[in-house]
């Protein structure tokens, strides 16, 4: 009840922003993958795990989300560790999704609509190569369309700066510490919450009307 109140709020503060927002919404990837079976698999990492995770819990036909890392070793997956900056780990999400309800591609425009791609090892408050934004490819379908979706908001000039948003194939994910799952539903009046997490909710509701959902899907619910 907390977590909708404060949402709620948010939401109508930010409300006469609605229409300038609106219009840089993010084109459809005009590459996608093709939908194959119930459940695909895509990690993303675009800045601290919170915020994204509690935001594509937010999106029609995501099954689930999971906050951790990627592009380092399982030796190396531990918040304290990552945090250095060193391991070559990112704060990751594993989004498991119904491919009939929402495609990869689509899964694609909400991430780059929702942070900054133009920023290097950076995001928001958050600085360090742990913080980049990279886009984990499950396979070389999801690598062609990650790829060929960063040429077609380049060529569209979507964002004022270069996009400096990193591809690579996926090597391994490491699902984070149990007290980070969840972390913005359980936490919803924490103050780096409030300021940096629940603002990309509102700004999924507002871009992406036909992909919100109100009740998000949680891990305490599996």
């Known amino acids: 009840m907390k977590y909708a109140l404060l949402f709620a709020v948010l939401l109508l503060s930010t409300a006469p922003a609605a229409a300038e927002e609106t219009a840089r919404t993010l084109p459809a990837p005009a590459l996608d993958v093709p939908a194959a079976g119930t459940r695909q698999t895509a990690v993303l990492a675009g800045g601290c795990f919170w915020g994204m995770q509690g935001a594509f819990q937010h999106v029609k036909g995501v099954k689930q989300v999971t906050a951790g890392y990627s592009g380092g070793s399982a030796g190396t997956a531990h918040y304290e560790t990552v945090g250095t900056g060193g391991t070559g780990h990112a704060e990751a999400v594993e989004i498991v999704y119904d491919p009939h309800e929402i495609s990869y591609g689509r899964l694609l425009q909400v991430y780059f609509s929702l942070m900054d791609p133009t920023s290097l090892d950076y995001q928001g408050p958050d600085d360090g190569p742990q913080y980049r934004s990279e ?59 409030v300021v940096n997490d629940l603002p990309k909710i509102a700004k999924l509701h507002r871009l992406y009307p036909d992909l919100y959902r109100p009740q998000p899907v949680t891990l305490a619910q599996r």
């Open 135 to 193: 886009i984990f490819a499950a396979d070389a379908a999801q690598e062609r369309a990650a790829e060929a979706y960063i040429a077609q908001l380049s060529r569209a000039h979507a964002f004022a700066a270069r996009i400096v948003t990193r591809v690579s194939l996926l090597h391994g994910f490491y699902t984070a510490e149990p007290y980070h799952q969840d972390y913005l539903i359980r936490h919803p009046d924490q103050p780096y919450i």
